[in-house]
T-cell receptor
Framework: NAGVTQTPKFQVLKTGQSMTLQCAQD?????MSWYRQDPGMGLRLIHY???????DQGEVPNGYNVSRSTTEDFPLRLLSAAPSQTSVYFC??????????????FGSGTRLTVV | SQQGEEDPQALSIQEGENATMNCSYK?????LQWYRQNSGRGLVHLIL?????REKHSGRLRVTLDTSKKSSSLLITASRAADTASYFC?????????????FGKGITLSVRP
């Protein structure tokens, strides 16, 4: 049981490049989400999904796309990287659709630097 | 926008002492959760308290929730050096079909051996 697996752990991008951050969970969680963590800002929600085929925007969705074709995977796409997207990205999942009283399981994060 | 605001921002205590961290929030919630993050790692769920609960215990952790004051506290008893980490409160809100877990900025706890 691996929990939530994020790849890559580190990435450096040039401004304007695109890339996909991968997130996979093996707990059969319906709810998955992406957060970014910046110094002094806490964690901010980018996108979330309550099940395969269903996604919605969070607090800071601009510049990011998501899709959920399977229960296990929830990739985050950066369309055209900007220095403001330099951050640590966390994927998290939860039992149910997120409307229950369950804690979240977090991945170990992807540290992204855009130069 | 941050829902939870933790207090203090930083706390330094001696091993064996108790650590108390506070969290205040602004809007109605369904639950409040506390997470721990060790340096360079992901967040780990510690404890969840529902909006209709007032106190909850888990090992050395005690969480209280006062919905009338929109505040919560996390008490770590008999602290250890291994408790050194950042602690985040997060509020869970369900609105229509949406569900969100909103985090505060975190408290840095240092436990001196």
């Amino acid at each position: 049981n691996a929990g939530v697996t994020q790849t890559p752990k580190f990435q450096v991008l040039k401004t304007g490049q695109s890339m996909t951050l991968q997130c996979a969970q093996d707990m059969n969680h319906e709810y998955m989400s992406w957060y970014r963590q910046d110094p002094g800002m806490g964690l901010r929600l980018i996108h979330y999904s309550v099940g395969a085929g269903i996604t919605d925007q969070g607090e800071v969705p601009n510049g990011y796309n998501v899709s959920r074709s399977t229960t296990e995977d929830f990739p985050l796409r950066l369309l055209s990287a900007a220095p403001s997207q330099t951050s640590v990205y966390f994927c998290a999942s939860s039992y149910g659709t997120g409307r229950g009283n369950y804690g979240y399981t977090f991945g170990s994060g992807t540290r992204l630097t855009v130069v | 926008s941050q829902q939870g605001e933790e207090d203090p921002q930083a706390l330094s205590i001696q091993e064996g002492e108790n650590a108390t961290m506070n969290c205040s929030y602004k809007t109605s919630i369904n639950n409040l959760q506390w997470y721990r993050q060790n340096s360079g790692r992901g967040l780990v769920h510690l404890i969840l308290i529902r909006s209709n609960e007032r106190e909850k215990h888990s090992g050395r952790l005690r969480v209280t929730l006062d919905t009338s004051k929109k505040s919560s506290s996390l008490l770590i008893t008999a602290s250890r050096a291994a408790d050194t980490a950042s602690y985040f409160c997060a509020t869970g809100s369900f609105t229509g079909a949406n569900s969100k877990l909103t985090f505060g900025k975190g408290i840095t706890l240092s436990v001196r051996p």
